[in-house]
C-alpha cells in the first residue's frame, strides 16, 4: 500500500496578522479596514478644523461602491445629518486637503434600533388546550347523529371526540 507520505515538520506557525496581510483571502478585508480607519481619522480631523470634533465618534463613513468618489456618513439622529448637510461643502474642501477625491458626500440616518426584546418562551408556561370547548363538542356530536352507523368518517369522527374528552 502506498500512504501518502507525512508532511515535513520544518514548517513554522504564523502569526495571526501575518495571515491577514496576505494576498489572497483576508488581505484585501483588512487594507479596507485600514482604509476606513484613514479614513475616519481623517473625518475626524477635517471635522476638528471646522469646529465640529465632538461629532466625529457619532458618524461611521464608507465609500459607495457604486460611486467611487461620493462618501457617506451614516449618522444616529437627524439634528447631526442635519447640521453635517449644512457643512459639505467646507467638509469636502477639508477633505481634498487631506488627499482623499470626494466629489459628494450622502448623509443617511442609521435604523433605529427595535426598542422590544424577544424573549425565549417558557415551555412551562404554554399549556395546550385538553379538549373541545362545550361549541365545538355539541357540533361534533351533531354532525355525529347525522352519520350513518357503518360510516367511516362516523368512526372517525368517534375517535375524534374519545381523544378529546374534557
Known amino acids: ?9 520544518s ?4 502569526e495571526w496578522a501575518d495571515y491577514l496581510r ?7 478585508i483588512l487594507a479596507k479596514t485600514e ?14 478644523e471646522l469646529e465640529l470634533g465632538h461629532l466625529a465618534a457619532k458618524i461611521d463613513v464608507g465609500w459607495r461602491t457604486n460611486a ?5 456618513l451614516l449618522v444616529n439622529n437627524a439634528s447631526i445629518a442635519n447640521r453635517l448637510q449644512q457643512i459639505l461643502p467646507s467638509l469636502i474642501n477639508e477633505l481634498s486637503k487631506k488627499g482623499y477625491a470626494c466629489s459628494a458626500i450622502k448623509v443617511r440616518l442609521k435604523p433605529a434600533p427595535p426598542n422590544w426584546e424577544v424573549k ?19 357540533s361534533w356530536e351533531g354532525l355525529l347523529d347525522k352519520l350513518a352507523p357503518d360510516s367511516d ?7 375524534l371526540l374519545q381523544g378529546k374528552s374534557n
Open 153 to 159: 368518517l362516523r368512526k372517525a369522527v368517534e375517535r
Open 120 to 138: 425565549p418562551r417558557d415551555a412551562e408556561k404554554i399549556s395546550r388546550p385538553r379538549g373541545f370547548n362545550q361549541v365545538a363538542r355539541s
Open 68 to 72: 467611487p468618489n461620493e462618501l457617506f
Open 1 to 9: 500500500m502506498n500512504f501518502a507520505p507525512k508532511p515535513s515538520r
Open 22 to 28: 496576505d494576498s489572497e483571502g483576508l488581505g484585501g
Open 35 to 48: 482604509d476606513l480607519a484613514k479614513l475616519k481619522t481623517s473625518l475626524s480631523l477635517a471635522l476638528n
Open 11 to 14: 514548517k513554522v506557525a504564523h
